[in-house]
């Protein structure tokens, strides 16, 4: 058996997204991704996806080259060679990171993603070639599904008329009734039982009525509210007051690890996170800052944190500080629903559904799409992760990235928003 690296294949594609809503603006109508092939000596090819934006390729292409030669087993090194990648300073300075909506850019949180979609091919060549599933060699899995959370968004019935797009079938939701017609659909098609409602779009009351609403339509389901940090610390604690008996718990209300403890002090709702915990450096601060800490839930994310083991690593020293833990998602596709459902099958302490975009996206790089039956996904116990390219498929989403002028190969919601609205500008912080 010859695990050396002889050939990577890095393809940038842009995958069809609806237009929703967040406090940034609206997605556009395609969203850059990347898709990582590492190919071993025996012919063996391993995938991995992470974000596509112009940042990250920048990063990718120079980390492929240095990985021909190395041993696709030699996990711990992809992070040596990520640290031999020179970022460009300009891409993290006073930069936010709209696309994950998770703080600011920093350097090492670029790496990270990049190394991220390696690692992920890597383990899926390994697993390939010795006959073992992803989760096996993450130390096996201890659950046979996992469970995912219906991610409701605010949404246009369909994007500007004359921006070339994609016709979905969703309609628009932009009052509670249109959430909860939305969130029922979800229901009725992928068996989902907890809903989480990207908020920070409209002023909190009416958020709080959907939230409601949601409540009412679904008596028992767990509900999430996630305004991405657009609230201060008073409206957060107002929102958590009003809205505490029926939340599982608030995600992000307010920007940065101090307001999340203030917020928490005030309020018994349990605080989530995906934007204030995204490093490790960051974990102290958050986990013992106030009486309870800043955050009860983090929400982890394998393309930021450095990919699956690290998430591990994570779900570990969350269990040490008795914080819950579960998995934050953004526009992806079947190979990153298929990694995530591989770690998340070997976290022990996985008590809250994750969340996957995954049935937004109307297109996909694989053969066969993975399935939600009752909310859950089952974990494959094919070697690798269990997912095959559709060559076709990848090369037809390759050459419209190839087509575009530029204007949509990177992640921009606010420029999507002002093609609406042109006096539209990224509000600022804290929005309400």
């Known amino acids: 058996m010859n695990l050396t690296i002889t050939s990577v294949r890095l393809t940038p594609i842009l995958v069809a997204d609806p237009p929703l809503l967040n406090t940034q603006g609206v997605h556009q109508p395609y969203t850059p991704r990347l898709i990582v092939e590492v190919v071993t000596a025996d012919g063996i090819t391993g995938v991995g996806e992470t974000y596509g934006d112009a940042k990250y390729l920048e990063l990718a292409r120079p980390f492929a080259e240095r990985l021909k030669g190395r041993q696709v087993s030699d996990l711990n090194g992809l992070f040596t060679v990520a640290d031999q990648v020179a970022v460009d300073a300009s891409r993290v300075e006073n930069a936010v990171d709209v696309g994950g909506l ?8 670029l790496r990270l993603s990049v190394v991220s979609g390696f690692e992920v091919a890597c383990l ?38 004359g ?24 229901k009725e098609r992928y068996g989902f039982t907890s809903f989480k409602l990207k908020g920070g779009v409209f002023p909190p009351d ?14 028992g389901h767990p509900l999430r509210l996630d305004p991405n940090g657009a609230w201060s610390v008073e409206t957060s604690v107002k929102v958590a007051r009003e809205l505490g008996e029926v ?41 013992t800052r106030g009486a309870g800490g800043a ?24 269990r040490t500080f008795g914080v819950g833990v579960s998995m934050h998602s953004n526009t992806h596709l079947g190979i990153s629903l298929a990694a995530m459902t591989h770690v998340a099958a070997t976290v022990p302490d996985l008590h809250h559904a994750c969340d996957s975009h995954y049935p937004w996206q109307s297109e996909d790089v694989l053969t066969e799409r993975l399935t939600f039956e009752g909310g859950k996904v089952a974990v494959s116990d094919a070697p690798g992760l269990g997912v ?6 990848l090369a037809a989403l390759h050459r419209r990235w190839l087509d575009d002028d530029g204007a949509l190969r990177d992640r921009d919601d606010a420029a999507a928003m002002r093609v609406t609205d042109p006096e539209w500008v990224t509000p600022a912080m804290p929005r309400w």
């Open 124 to 161: 899926d060549a390994l697993g390939k070639a010795l006959g073992l599933p992803v989760h096996t060699l993450l130390g096996g899995k201890v659950r046979d599904a996992v469970e995912y959370s219906a991610y409701l968004f605010y949404k246009w019935a369909g994007h500007p008329e």
């Open 206 to 219: 009416e958020e709080i009525a959907a939230v409601r609403a949601l409540a009412e339509a679904f008596p």
């Open 388 to 393: 095959e390219l559709d060559r076709e498929r």
């Open 102 to 109: 998770r703080g600011v850019q920093t350097a090492d949180k």
């Open 247 to 287: 939340l599982e718990y608030l995600e992000d209300p307010a920007l940065g690890t101090p307001a999340m403890a203030e917020v928490a002090e005030r309020t018994g709702v349990p605080l989530a996170t995906n934007m204030c915990v995204t490093t490790f450096a960051e974990i102290k601060e958050a986990f």
């Open 295 to 318: 955050v009860q839930v983090v929400l982890s994310d394998h393309h930021y944190w450095g990919g699956l083991r690290n998430t591990q690593q994570l779900a570990a020293v969350c």
């Open 163 to 186: 921006v070339p797009a994609e016709k979905d079938d969703w309609g628009a939701a932009v009052d509670p009734a249109g959430v909860v017609e939305q969130a029922r659909r979800f």
